[in-house]
């Protein structure tokens, strides 16, 4: 009994020895706030913050969200150039007061266009050899049985054409180049006729799709008057 008692108070106080060595590793929570300090790396650079310093230094360390990227907008479609015309002198100014409402400033300028007054349409037969060549036209007109016929002459660029009939509308006129055709007459041809002078235009530069849209509303109004491409 001696013995065992002897024993384990050997064995006992080896325990305690190699725990007090460190031996035996440490267990949680067995050791002092200065004992950790004293096992931390750098130690002497660790500084306590305030609640405030800390939040503090975690917003500076917190990511910042990226700034948002511009988009840029794509390019405005634009019409280079459209050309309303020719007005009468009445309708021009009626036309010019209803574009100034849309306010396009430089964008849309007044022109002047060549223009003839159709007064007559002239159904002939085109110059063709001269004399000799009118004179051949007038036999075959006798022989299909056309009658009314008059060879032109003069200085201008018709002489020795052969006239065939003068009408005041275009559809008269196209009438008659039709009866021809039946009776076996061919070049007929239709010629508007009239004094040549100039009207009023407008040309629209760099209009957006629906600026041209309101333009062309406003020359609908006009009879005879059409946007195109500026020439």
């Known amino acids: 009994m001696l013995k065992f008692v002897f024993w384990a108070l050997l064995a006992l106080n080896a325990l305690v020895f190699a725990y007090a060595q460190g031996y035996l590793g440490k267990l949680d929570g067995a050791e002092r706030e200065p004992q950790r300090l004293k096992n931390q790396l750098a130690a002497e650079r660790m500084v306590l913050l305030s609640p405030a310093e800390a939040r503090a230094a975690a917003e500076v360390s917190a990511p910042q969200p990226a700034e948002p990227v511009p988009v840029a907008a794509p390019p405005l479609e634009t019409i280079a150039c459209t050309q309303a015309g020719a007005f009468a002198s009445a309708d021009a100014r009626r036309f010019e007061t209803r574009v100034n409402r849309l306010d396009l400033g430089t964008r849309v300028t007044r022109t002047s266009l060549p223009f003839q007054e159709v007064t007559s349409h002239l159904v002939y037969l085109p110059p063709n050899g001269g004399k000799e060549g009118a004179d051949r036209r007038v036999a075959e007109l006798k022989e299909k049985g056309v009658a009314n016929f008059f060879v032109m002459q003069g200085d201008s660029p018709l002489k020795w054409a052969v006239s065939l009939g003068v009408f005041k509308t275009e559809t008269a006129a196209q009438t008659l180049v039709a009866?021809?055709?039946?009776?076996?007459?061919?070049?007929?041809?239709?010629?508007?006729?009239?004094?040549?002078?100039?009207?009023?235009?407008?040309?629209?530069?760099?209009?957006?799709?629906?600026e041209r849209s309101r333009v062309a509303g406003i020359a609908d109004d006009f009879t005879g008057v059409q946007l195109r491409p500026c020439q």
């Open 179 to 210: 009866a021809l055709g039946k009776q076996g007459v061919r070049g007929v041809r239709v010629l508007p006729r009239g004094p040549l002078g100039t009207r009023a235009a407008w040309q629209f530069r760099d209009l957006t799709p629906d």
